[in-house]
């Protein structure tokens, strides 16, 4: 098993930023990849940014230029930093931790972006 701690959601004007932070724990592996995905009310959860322990990156369209993904493999620790909110931007965001195997999910952190 694999435990994800999130922190950092919050309310936040837009234009503002704010950052996101995941932490695993438990059986960890060496090659993974780690993501931040978000689901806004009635809608499907959809990736945000992803990135795999050798570095490779992937972003959703909509928060290319204003989102970062990045991690620190020695503590198995993933942000995404946030820039330029927008309410749209509104949901609650979720960690994944994907291995060759397995898939496993953070509780979720609400973000809220107001006009």
């Known amino acids: 098993q694999v435990k994800l701690v999130e922190s950092g959601g919050g309310l936040v004007q837009a234009g503002g930023s704010l950052r996101l932070s995941c932490a695993a724990s438990?059986?960890?592996?060496?090659?993974?990849?780690m993501a931040w995905y978000r689901q806004a009310p009635g809608k499907e959860r959809e990736l945000v940014a992803g990135?795999?322990?050798?570095?490779?990156?992937d972003y959703a369209d909509s928060v290319k230029g204003r989102f970062t993904i990045s991690r620190d493999n020695a503590q198995s620790t993933v942000y995404l930093q946030m820039n330029s909110l927008k309410p749209e931007d509104t949901a609650v965001y979720y960690c994944?931790?994907?291995?060759?195997?397995?898939?496993?999910w953070g509780q979720g952190t609400q973000v809220t972006v107001s006009s």
């Open positions: 438990g059986r960890t592996v060496a090659i993974n990849r």
């Open positions: 990135m795999t322990s050798g570095g490779i990156t």
């Open positions: 994944q931790y994907r291995t060759g195997i397995d898939d496993y």
